[in-house]
């Protein structure tokens, strides 16, 4: 039973219902069957002896007033009817005899026929006196003999009548038995059937009721736990409508920038390669500078080997110049010792003396003359020193410089190397950004594309929750039904929501 | 007359100078040398020679003012350091040093002279006579003028000592 789906526990119930109406039914309808079939001829045979008992009974008394008539009127019109009625007396009387179920009744039958004959006799008898003229006679006859048959006939009908109600009596008494244990059978079956249908429904119901508790339960669970995930879903949704109406605006940003930023990477692209072509030229500039370098550098070497050459010779010069100069202070002294022994001489040496002062002054120009020559020789000297210092520099100078616009040829080989890059780069930026701007023109259709699936989305997701809000409202209602039709908790409308609705018993 | 001719005698009356004699008077000869960066003057009379020197022999155990010994001309001579006689501070990278010989009447010596700048005829009148001053007898324009009798007559430069 516990595994059985209510459908088939209604379906069992109602089947032992059934079965207990079948049941029922089928007695009554036996009963009847029974009783219809007992009584029915015996109550046709009664109400046809009785009808024919009627109608003899009535014959005989119209044809007794139609021959009351004749005597009072003495006109033969009545004794025609009076014979009409007697004919029907006695088919009726036929009929009930042929028609008796018992011997007992078809005797009584012939006992009245019987009297009907005697009872006619006297009649014709009577009228057979009236009509020959013996009137007196005739009533008398009548008085004495019809009034007294007349009354045995009816004496005799009524006590067949009498046997016959008795008889039927006695049938129905048997039938209210039966028809009275019947009833008693099918109040009996019926009051099992009640018993069995209200033990049966108490037990379907609590079955029922608890699964449907169960049931509503986990409805009003589920169905809390839609509402408040709708409700999450609903705040999700706007959210996230929210941030797809943001997200659409930055894309729209994003696409005018990728608009900005394909003009620009053109025009960094262009002067990338403008910057190309002048790193071109600037390298074969430098490599001409680096050729004149080297000559330069050459040319100074050269000038540096003569200027040290010129050097030396202006060393040789200077020693030239000493020994002059040694030879003119040599000739002062001899001027000086000449001068002495010219005084020494007296007037004798005064000639001498001139001379000797003339040679001292040529030895004191000769010295002027070699000072002012080691002089210039000493500025000579100085000038080649720092010529040949200057030629060095500049020897180190164009060297330096050889090496360092090498070093700058090189980096600006790089540098037409990396421009040629990135002016490729550019190139494949421009394109890239272009595909980019592209790209974002279709994130920006999407973007909006989603907006509007979002607000229906949205929409959809409000027409959830107010559905799920009427589903809890419906659980809600249907557990406050269920625990009002059982003996459960009272109905659990104030409960909190989400909890499990126990099984009521 | 050829040209040459002609230059060297244009050259040799451009260098004749006319013979001057002193109106005013005697004249003194002067040999004028330089000591340490100071000019003094040697009356001519006493100076024998001008030389440049070329060596002298240190004598140890001498007073400072004695520089040595030195050969000339076969004589060995006193050399006196006239800066340190006259208390001249020292000067340093003096050039070529220069010997001059003295001849007194009681003896010759040598004196060491940085500069011998040469023979100079002073008026008489133009020196004036220092007698407060040893070794310097007078001041002529050229420069002081040594006394070279004082100097041979300094009882200084008279050393009589034996070496222990």
């Known amino acids: 039973m516990r595994t059985w789906t209510i459908g088939k526990r209604i379906a069992a119930g109602n089947a032992v219902l059934l079965a207990l109406l079948l049941f029922v039914a089928g007695a009554g309808g ?67 005899e042929e028609n008796s179920p018992t011997p007992a009744l078809r ?102 009721v608890n699964a449907l508790q169960e049931t509503i339960g986990t409805l009003a669970t589920v169905s809390t736990e839609i509402v408040a995930s709708t409700t999450q879903q609903a705040a999700g949704t706007a959210e996230e409508a929210t941030a797809v109406r943001e997200t659409s605006g930055t894309a729209e940003e994003v696409k005018q920038t990728s608009q900005l930023s394909i003009q620009k990477s053109r025009e960094v692209a262009e002067s990338a390669q403008r910057a190309a072509q002048v790193s071109q030229e600037g390298r074969r500039a430098l490599e001409e500078s680096i ?42 002294l001899l001027a000086v010792n000449a001068a002495i022994e010219a005084a020494k001489a007296g007037d004798a040496g005064r000639g001498f003396a001139v001379v000797a002062s003339e040679v001292k002054a040529l030895a004191e120009q000769s010295k002027q003359a070699t000072a002012q020559v080691r002089e210039i020789l000493s500025e000579i000297q100085r000038a080649t020193q720092s010529a040949v210092m200057a030629a060095e520099q500049g020897v180190k100078s164009s060297e330096a410089g050889v090496g360092l616009a090498t070093r700058a040829g090189e980096a600006i080989r790089t540098l037409t190397e990396n421009v ?60 406050a039904l269920v625990n009002a039709g059982s003996a459960g908790p009272p109905a659990g409308g104030t409960r909190p929501q989400g909890e499990r609705i126990e099984a009521a018993a | ?96 040093a220069h010997l001059v010989v003295i001849e007194t009447e009681r003896f010759s010596f040598g004196i060491l002279a940085d500069e011998i700048h040469g023979v100079v005829s002073v008026m008489q009148s133009e020196i004036t006579e220092r007698k407060a001053e040893t070794l310097v007898r007078a001041v002529s324009p050229v420069g002081a003028i040594l006394d070279v009798d004082a100097l041979a007559a300094d009882p200084r430069i008279r050393i009589e000592q034996e070496l222990p």
């Open chain 1, 291 to 332: 050729r004149g370098m080297q000559e330069t550098k050459s040319r100074m070497e050269a000038i540096a080997e003569r200027i040290l050459a010129l050097s030396e010779k202006a060393q040789s010069i200077g020693e030239v110049i000493a020994t002059v100069n040694d030879l003119a202070e040599q000739s002062n």
């Open chain 2, 1 to 96: 007359m050829t040209e040459i001719a002609r230059v060297l005698e244009e050259r040799a009356r451009r260098f004749a100078r006319p013979v001057v004699t002193s109106p005013r008077g005697e004249t003194t000869d002067l040999l004028v040398i330089a000591v340490r960066g100071e000019r003094y003057a040697v009356e001519l009379e006493f100076v024998v020679e001008a030389a440049v020197l070329r060596g002298f022999i240190p004598l140890p155990g001498l007073p400072p003012f004695v520089a040595g010994v030195v050969l000339n001309r076969g004589r060995l001579l006193a050399l006196f350091d006239l800066g340190v006689l006259l208390h001249l501070p020292a000067e340093s990278g003096a050039g070529k």
């Open chain 1, 30 to 96: 036996y009963a009847l069957a029974h009783a219809n079939g007992t009584y029915g001829p015996v109550l046709r045979e009664q109400g046809e002896g009785l009808s024919g008992a009627l109608v003899q009974r009535l014959a005989i008394s119209r044809a007794t007033a139609d021959f009351l008539k004749y005597l009072i009127t003495g006109e033969e019109r009545y004794l025609v009817s009076k014979d009409e009625q007697i004919a029907r007396a006695r088919a009726a009387l036929r009929t009930l």
């Open chain 1, 420 to 479: 040629a890059e990135s002016a490729q780069a550019g190139q494949q930026i421009l394109a890239s950004v272009q595909q980019q701007a592209a790209g974002m023109d279709q994130i920006a259709l999407a973007m909006r594309n989603i907006q509007q699936a979002s607000a229906q989305n949205m929409a959809s997701t409000r027409q959830i929750e107010r559905a799920a809000k009427d589903l809890n409202e419906l659980a809600r209602r249907l557990k």
């Open chain 1, 107 to 208: 005797s009584g039958w012939q006992a009245v026929s019987a009297a009907l004959d005697d009872y006619n006799a006297v009649m014709t008898e009577v009228i057979t006196a009236m009509r020959a003229g013996r009137r007196e006679e005739a009533l008398r006859i009548r008085a004495e003999r019809a009034d007294p048959l007349h009354v045995k006939l009816a004496d005799l009908a009524d006590k067949v009548v009498a046997e016959e109600l008795e008889r039927t009596r006695t049938i129905a008494g048997a039938a209210d038995r039966v028809a009275s244990a019947t009833l008693r059978g099918v109040i009996v079956a019926a009051a099992l059937a009640f018993a069995l249908g209200i033990a049966i429904a108490a037990g379907l119901t609590r079955s029922i």
